[in-house]
């Protein structure tokens, strides 16, 4: 490949993460940041030539973060929305996002019809609790800080119903018994991007750049193997 | 027992990270306590001011802050503050960029939220000093300064450090606001740890154990300062 | 000594409470009876002097135009009833309080206290210069009615705070000066001990001593000897005598006829605020010439006997 | 039961409503999209507030009597309470509370559930033990405090510990211990917030849910003027009745 | 009424503080002395007694076996150096300090504190039946030497705080008295100001109403007329004088000699926490028998005359 590392990017790049939304991005118990996330913004930093330096932020402050010049890009499995497009620009897609019904299993849903009169779970601050506040009128809608306080409500029953991200549902799924997808898949066209300052084009350029390389090279097919048995783009 | 095993120290377990967090936690909570307590103080002067030129604008400061939420003040004076800064050494011609480092910035902060509640401590105390006590001091010529060092100062505290252990404990707990700025402090390791393994319960009830071990620790130091505090005081106890 | 004592009272009449030569000269001060030259209009005769003061609380017109003139050597012994404002006025020498007219003087300088006022200006004064009334206020020692012992600090602590921390004098020596003060007014085995396991006269011996020890020029004595045993007031009343003897200007006031009596050289009889009365406690106590002073004294049982 | 939640639901909804009619020509725009979810948000805070503030003090005084005169026992056992709340964060004891002892079940905890299986309730619990271990805190402070000649002058005209705490002691503690007092209902006011980590819709709550929307940091500006006002009220009410005090010394 | 008296005086002779026949037995109580009969060996001589005191701080032994007796009708004047331990004897009759060793009555009545005690057990002493005490202490008045006002009420506040939640009477019938009261020692004007805005002999009024608006059956005065000037102090004495006569026991502690000497049925010299002479007051003043009292005596400007 080029030769030169990308024009207008910084070396080392900032990239800031949450830490805290596994199998994406977490930290392991050696205090080191791992996940989907963090291969890929490490996959494309090696593609740029340029070094990277990961920091974990929290979910609250992560984009006037970037907006105040802290790091230079936020790689946390964030959904390209227009909301956002108004204070920052994206980069990507990298991977695409759709959602799925968690229930315990024999919960008979097969339509939207069914979650009249139940209680729905979502995180706040997703495209799933988006689409649930948005879409659902017959039933009640509680949003949880995280995916995990979500889980556990479910587990409790105080919620009958999540809806969530399919692929950190899948992961959890896998450590679970009792537990189920209900329900249609649920497609919004949610895609996931790198959040970058407004207006920083050469980066944007470069990081778009990036990604078709690694789409192209099998370094992206790596590192989703390595997670997911189906491929997220 | 693997509940143990998640707290081993080193790579394996999360023991070190938690115990990492809590030094952080620590440190940001005493430096931010030594600087707040001397700016509240100030403020708890500009408060008891005779002059309306100082003491609106200083309650108008003091309602602000405490009316604003925490993490808020903490969001804004860190990416404001860097921001001004830079802007100031960028027009001086000193440097191009600053960047407030983010301890600093989490300590102004703190610091900035802690002493507008002391002030208020401060302020109860002051007045709850006898009056013939200043009396006293300034009859044999001290000046009002010199007196507020060697009569009211002493005898505030007796007042003010029940509120100010208080105080101390809200602060200890609030360092974990400097994670919106990406401090790893101790609840937020915590957070991080439950996420991980899914199992945020367990690492919160253990960091729940290390925050009591450190009040406990501090609590000890506080009766003992209110005793000193108010030596010579009948007990009224009893 | 000496030689400083001189210097200090040829220009500045006030030594500089800071500087060691302010006790020197209060201890030696017996040599040098200093009124200082009347360069105004407005000099004061008198080492502590008010003149026309008034002081109100709220609506309570406490003190209505009192003018008390004090020297040096003079012992001033203010007599009347419970609150005709005895204490108030002992209070507005030191400006504890701030009269709303009148003018204090203290060893021959205004205490520099806002404009001459018209007689119905009800605002209150502001204190112009502070740093010179924090200055005379060295020299002018107090003994509150109310005794108001730090009570943060032991007994010798009390003694020895002022000393050490406004006059700047050297620990050790105020130290040792503060329990010969002890000894002499009789609690030498309290010096350790905090004001609130003391007995009420023991407070009131540790409240005098702590106003001696500053050597100052003039003292004001609210009701000294309340809480004291007869055999105490009379060793007081000895103390008071030597420190008129060494030149100090003292106003004491007290409820004790006898010991006025004795006492001072003058004595003033307050009555609702103004002066009914003043003059030499034989003239006030064997003639007194306004009505409220003859039926106070009459009914004294000092009078009766 | 049930009335008292349908009535709280109903001033909830036409409260809002009414008052974002009132402000709305006043208001910016981005405002008056979220402005009945805010309003609605800020009732259920003052809601927390008022019942744990007024609860937390009845369960304060008690404490602070334990600790400043109790027997040692009491003294330790109430010290230990305390400590417990204070010595711990907020959103550690909601989560341990919500998640952690909620996670029991319905049927497990039985009668319990009712307490613990809604939000808002286990807000309102955690809140009110938290704020009373402060609380006691402060109030201690003001009842050591309080000069040994005022009780002693009550003892002797006969007043029983009962009568001396309510006429003398009380009434001067609490005027001693007032600021910080103050302090900590604005504290929490504002920690109240953290009930929005378990799902309740405060006004954090209904804030971060519309932050979530729209990404527009101006939002949290009006949450923080919403905060404010409410400081500004606790604040006005805390120096009305000091006034009336230092009347009084 | 008074067939009320002769009730209560019959079989309970410390009337229930809580109901209406306390004060009006305490009113009315001229008629009728009553000593209850000696049921037990350690039962009183007198209306107030304490037998065999012994009260120390920390190391410093305070009171050393001090007993006194004081029938009704009868006042007993206290008098001794400053630091002697009158405070502390009063503070103990009412307990508000416990003695390790000793025995307390009120109205015949034995203050139920421990177990009789060896002379060597140095524990603190505990009080098993508070209630007992509380009731008596309704009967028994104190005025303090520091006086003790309550600085949260207002004067009137501080007279009908006690009889209106302690005795259960009606606010308006107490709130009347109160004004009387408060006119009889002159301060009728202070009624509604809190105390910090008072002079320090108008706060001593103040406490003096206070102990009086109980109309207890004994009263304990700690130097009551210190702060007053002499026309006070005359009118003071009248006021006690006819207390007397009602029939109320009296034990005042004073430094005036000449207010003992007139007042007192008994005068008791306390010198270093032990009686050291007691007995009328010509035999105390006149021919004292002890050196420590004749030594006291001697200094005091009264002996000398
Ligand atoms: N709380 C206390 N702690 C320690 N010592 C005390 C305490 N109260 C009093 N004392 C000591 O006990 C002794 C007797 O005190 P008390 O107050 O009874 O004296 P008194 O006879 O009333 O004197 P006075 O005439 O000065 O009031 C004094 O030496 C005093 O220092
Ligand atoms: N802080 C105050 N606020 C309002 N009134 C006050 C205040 N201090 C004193 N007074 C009033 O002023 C008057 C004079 O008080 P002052 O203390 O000067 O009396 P005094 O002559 O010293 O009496 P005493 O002999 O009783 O000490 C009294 O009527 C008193 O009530
Ligand atoms: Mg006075
Ligand atoms: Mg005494």
């Not at chain 2, 302020?123 to 006590?133: C, D, I, S, T």
């Not at chain 2, 609030?174 to 937020?188: F, G, K, P, Q, Y």
């Not at chain 4, 009732?43 to 009845?58: D, E, P, Q």
């Amino acid at each position: 490949p080029q030769a030169a590392k990308a024009q207008g990017v910084p070396d080392p790049l900032r990239i800031a993460t949450e830490g805290a939304y596994p199998p994406f991005n977490n930290v392991n118990s050696k205090g080191e940041l791992v996940g989907f996330d963090v291969d890929i913004a490490k996959t494309i930093c090696k593609a740029m030539r340029v070094k990277c330096k990961l920091v974990a932020q929290d979910w609250d402050g992560i984009l006037p973060g970037l907006v105040a010049n802290k790091y230079d890009a936020v790689i946390a499995s964030m959904s390209i929305t227009a909301e956002r497009q108004q204070i920052v620009d994206f980069a990507g897609p990298y991977y695409s996002n759709y959602l799925r019904l968690v229930a315990p299993k024999g919960t008979a849903i097969s339509s939207m019809a069914d979650l009249d009169g139940r209680i729905l779970g979502a995180q706040r601050a997703t495209v799933a609790a988006q689409w649930a506040e948005d879409n659902i009128r017959g039933g009640e809608v509680k949003l949880y800080d995280t995916q995990t306080a979500a889980y556990s409500d479910l587990e409790s029953g105080r919620v009958h119903v999540l809806v969530s991200d399919v692929y950190p549902a899948h992961d959890w799924l896998q450590t679970v018994s009792g537990y189920e997808f209900v329900g249609p898949r649920i497609d919004i066209d949610d895609k996931i991007g790198i959040a970058i300052r407004k207006g920083e084009t050469d980066l944007k350029n470069a990081l778009d750049k990036a990604i078709e390389q690694i789409r192209n090279n099998g370094e992206y097919k790596k590192v989703n193997e390595k997670y997911f048995p189906f491929d997220i783009y | 027992m693997e509940g143990l095993s998640l707290l081993a120290l080193g790579a394996d377990g999360w023991g070190d990270e938690l115990l990492r967090g809590a030094w952080l936690t620590l440190q940001l909570a005493l430096v931010t306590l030594f600087f707040g307590i001397l700016l509240g103080l100030l403020l708890a002067a500009a408060r008891l001011s005779s002059w309306k030129i100082i003491r609106w604008p200083c309650m108008g400061w003091l309602l602000v802050v405490r009316g604003t939420p925490e993490f808020l003040v903490l969001l804004l004076i860190y990416f404001g503050l860097d921001r001004y800064l830079s802007q100031i050494l960028r027009f001086l011609g000193i440097a191009e960029q600053f960047e407030l480092p983010r301890f600093a910035g989490a300590v102004v902060g703190l610091a900035v939220i802690f002493s507008a509640y002391a002030a208020e401590i401060f302020r109860g105390a002051w007045r709850a000093v006898p009056k013939g006590q200043m009396e006293a001091a300034v009859a044999v010529g001290m000046s009002p300064l010199a007196g507020f060092w060697r009569v009211r100062m002493p005898q505030m505290w007796r007042f003010a450090i029940p509120g100010l252990g208080n105080l101390w404990m809200v602060l200890l707990k609030d360092t974990s606001l400097a994670a919106v700025i990406a401090l790893n402090e101790l609840l937020r390791m915590a957070k991080i740890a439950g996420e991980t393994t899914r199992d945020p319960l367990f690492f919160f009830a253990v960091a729940a154990l290390i925050y009591l071990f450190m009040t406990a620790c501090s609590d000890l130091v506080r009766l003992w300062l209110e005793r000193r505090a108010r030596r010579g005081v009948r007990a009224v106890a009893g | 000594m000496a030689i400083r004592a001189t210097t200090v009272s040829a220009s500045d009449s006030v030594p500089d409470s800071a500087s060691d030569s302010a006790i020197e000269s209060a201890r030696t001060s017996s040599a040098s009876a200093q009124t200082p030259p009347a360069t105004d209009a407005t000099a004061a005769t008198g080492w502590v002097e008010v003149r026309d003061l008034w002081k109100r609380y709220d609506d309570h017109q406490v003190l209505k135009g009192v003018s008390v003139s004090a020297n040096e050597h003079e012992v001033i012994s203010l007599i009347g009833s419970s609150g005709s404002g005895k204490s108030t006025l002992l209070r507005c020498i030191n400006l504890l309080e701030i009269p709303e007219r009148g003018e204090v003087f203290v060893a021959g300088e205004r205490l520099p206290f806002g404009e001459p006022r018209e007689a119905g200006d009800k605002r209150p004064r502001k204190i112009n210069n502070w740093k010179n009334v924090y200055r005379l206020r060295a020299n002018l020692a107090m003994v509150f009615q109310s005794f108001n012992l730090w009570s943060h600090r032991t007994i010798l602590e009390n003694i020895t705070e002022a000393p050490i921390h406004v006059l700047g004098r050297p620990r050790r020596e105020v130290e040792e000066e503060a329990h010969a003060l002890l000894k002499r007014v009789g609690i030498a085995d309290k010096a350790g001990v905090y004001p609130s396991a003391l007995s009420g006269g023991q407070q009131q011996r540790a409240a005098i001593a702590r106003a001696l020890a500053m050597h100052p020029k003039a003292m004001l004595f609210d009701e000294p000897t309340s809480a004291l045993d007869p055999e105490l007031v009379g060793e007081v009343l000895s103390v008071m005598r030597e420190l008129a003897d060494e030149g100090r200007t003292m106003l004491v006031v007290t409820h004790e006829m006898d010991f006025a009596r004795e006492v001072s050289d003058k004595v003033i009889f307050l009555h609702q605020g103004q002066i009914a009365e003043a003059g030499t406690p034989a003239q006030v106590f064997d003639s007194p010439q306004s009505e409220a002073a003859q039926k106070f004294l009459s009914n004294t049982r000092i009078a009766r006997k | 039961m049930s009335n008292l939640a349908d009535f709280w639901d109903n001033v909830r909804e036409q409260a809002s409503v009414s008052v974002c009619e009132a402000v709305t020509f006043a208001t910016p725009e981005l405002f008056d999209r979220g402005c009945e979810r805010l309003i609605e948000g800020a009732i259920v805070t003052i809601g927390l507030l008022v019942v744990s503030c007024l609860a937390g003090f009845c369960i304060a005084v008690p404490l602070s009597l334990a600790r400043a005169f109790g027997a040692p026992w009491l003294s330790r056992t109430a010290w230990a309470y305390t400590y417990l709340f204070r010595g711990t964060p907020l959103l550690i004891q909601l989560w341990l509370i919500y998640f952690g002892v909620g996670s029991l079940g319905k049927d497990l905890l039985g009668p319990v559930w009712w307490l613990l299986g809604d939000a808002e309730r286990v807000g309102l619990l955690v809140l009110t033990l938290n704020t009373s271990a402060y609380v006691a805190e402060i109030l201690r402070g003001g009842f050591v405090n309080v000069p040994a000649d005022q009780r002693e002058a009550a003892m002797a005209s006969g007043m029983s510990p009962f009568l001396t705490l309510r006429r003398v002691l009380f009434p001067q503690a609490l005027r001693i211990a007032w600021p910080a007092y103050g302090n900590e209902i604005i504290l929490l006011l504002k920690g109240s917030a953290l009930v929005s980590t378990i799902t309740v819709l405060d006004l954090m709550g209904q804030l971060r849910t519309l932050f979530s929307r729209s990404y527009a940091l101006d939002l949290f500006l009006y949450g923080a003027v919403l905060y404010l006002i409410l400081v500004l009220i606790v604040t006005g009410l805390l120096r009305g009745i000091e006034r009336l005090w230092i009347r009084a010394s």
